[in-house]
């Protein structure tokens, strides 16, 4: 499968302003921090973020691992890997980050703790996203939790109307369709995932949770 099938990275100019858009939008360091609490991650646990971009999510589990605590992130985007490297090192925070696709984590199986990907699936052609969710399956120990968090359809009819843009993306890349039409938890539950809890925040975020 090609990488544009898999989802084009995000490159150029837009991966340089993406952490300013992102925050300016809600979706930043504060919102990364809410998904790293979803998850409730502990002291020495192993942390891999699927999708992981600029890091912020990576940083954020970091911190609440500790320094015994191991975490590393792929994406397929050279320009937001190193941007994320960057930050890392700015913060004097370990983490491993690789460059490779989330339907062929390169870990061995049983590597992981908690896997988290926060506003990246909706990217995914539906095969790639079962592809993704097998390979979780894959590398999560027993008793591994999963929290993923992206677009899904508005908690309310006056969501339609506030979130525009995200519907109308959603509406016109086939990719998104899953998220907006609530699939993603039988995806997950197809490829052997117990989906135990699902909620909707800021409107539109759909947060899902899931173990082995």
């Keep these: 499968m090609t990488t544009q099938s898999k989802g084009l990275p995000i490159t150029g100019i837009t991966s340089r302003f993406y952490d300013i858009g992102s925050d300016l939008i809600g979706f930043g360091k504060t919102f990364a921090e809410r998904i790293v609490q979803e998850a409730k991650l502990k002291p020495d646990e192993s942390v891999l973020d699927c999708g992981c971009g600029t890091g912020t999510l990576a940083l954020a589990a970091r911190r609440k691992v500790g320094p015994k605590g191991r975490v590393c992130g792929i994406d397929i985007s050279k320009d937001q890997l190193e941007q994320a490297r960057t930050k890392a090192r700015n913060n004097n925070l370990r983490i491993e980050f690789l460059?490779?696709?989330?339907?062929?984590?390169?870990?061995?199986?049983?590597?992981?703790?908690?896997?988290?990907s926060t506003l990246m699936i909706h990217h995914l052609p539906t095969e790639v996203k079962k592809g993704m969710f097998r390979e979780i399956r894959r590398v999560l120990r027993p008793g591994g939790r999963i929290?993923?968090?992206?677009?899904?359809?508005?908690?309310?009819?006056?969501?339609?109307?506030?979130?525009?843009?995200?519907?109308?993306?959603?509406?016109?890349?086939?990719?998104?369709?899953?998220?907006?039409?609530?699939?993603?938890?039988?995806?997950?539950?197809?490829?052997?995932?117990?989906?135990?809890?699902?909620?909707?925040?800021?409107?539109?975020?759909?947060?899902?949770k899931a173990e082995l």
């Design 147 to 208: 929290v993923i968090a992206d677009f899904g359809p508005p908690a309310h009819y006056w969501g339609w109307i506030v979130a525009a843009p995200v519907m109308l993306m959603c509406l016109t890349h086939s990719t998104a369709r899953d998220n907006l039409f609530n699939r993603l938890a039988d995806l997950m539950s197809q490829e052997g995932l117990k989906v135990t809890d699902e909620k909707t925040i800021k409107e539109v975020v759909r947060i899902i």
């Design 99 to 116: 460059e490779g696709s989330v339907d062929e984590i390169p870990f061995p199986g049983k590597s992981f703790d908690a896997v988290l």
